[in-house]
């Protein structure tokens, strides 16, 4: 749909919604000079409740979400010509994937806004990086890893082309979630395998434990009923499956 000229608010608009969300804000907060500079310094908590106030009038901008996640979070732009793989059997959710960012570097950045273990005791660094360059995929989006890949080794899914979510995406994936949701995290049961991303002859395994995301690493071949992984399609899947 092509956005026309009536479909965006003028400057003037603008300036007068945000004035009547200041007549609106609470006696308590306009009065409190500690609260409002504590609000100031928390800009991607205020960020979300004001998306939460406006949930009823905005209609889901998921890409748009994930352009506010990675400038929040990550401090990272997304370019403007991202191309969106058709919905296809279910696989409706988006993830940004190739970010150039390190798996030790990202690893390290969820650390700053969960508490994470890498009871593994392996070198973090040593993880297989994804392939660079920006762009957008699609998966189920499922509170839970996928059930169709439990008791399935990364052997067994990277033998039969099971195309599933990177290290770097799942972290991704997790740090989206728990900024949409303002706390919650995907996979709370189960442990999700990680088979693009070969870590010194073993694959990572992520799971919450405690109350932390943990790290840990699975050789090739076991499988496991509480272990699934996360299948993805990619924009020239889904060309492929739609032709």
């Not at 940004?96 to 973090?124: C, M, Q």
């Amino acid at each position: 749909k092509t956005r026309t000229v009536l479909d965006i608010p003028t400057p003037e608009q603008i300036l007068e919604l945000g004035g009547a969300v200041l007549q609106k804000l609470p006696r308590q907060l306009i009065r409190n000079a500690r609260l409002v500079k504590e609000l100031i310094g928390r800009k991607n908590e205020l960020g979300r409740l004001l998306r939460l106030a406006f949930k009823e009038w905005v209609p889901p901008d998921p890409l748009a979400e994930w352009g506010e996640c990675c400038d929040e979070m990550l401090g990272i732009s997304l370019p403007s010509d991202l191309v969106l793989p058709s919905e296809s059997d279910g696989f409706g959710a988006l993830l940004i994937e190739g970010l150039g960012i390190e798996p030790s570097k990202l690893w390290e950045l969820a650390g700053k806004h969960f508490p994470t273990n890498n009871y593994s005791g392996r070198d973090v660094t040593k993880i297989t990086p994804e392939l660079p360059g920006i762009r957008v995929v699609r998966h189920r989006g499922r509170p839970e890893a996928d059930e169709e890949l439990k008791n399935r080794s990364c052997r067994d899914l990277n033998a039969a082309g099971v195309v599933t979510m990177s290290f770097e995406g799942r972290i991704l994936w997790d740090l989206f979630e728990f900024r949409r949701t303002g706390g919650y995290h995907p996979d709370p049961r189960y442990g999700t395998l990680i088979p693009p991303s070969p870590w010194d002859g073993s694959f990572p395994i992520l799971s919450w434990r405690d109350g932390r995301l943990g790290l840990g690493a699975v050789h090739p071949g076991p499988a496991h009923d509480d272990w699934r992984a996360r299948e993805k399609i990619s924009l020239l899947a889904a060309e492929k499956s739609a032709a």
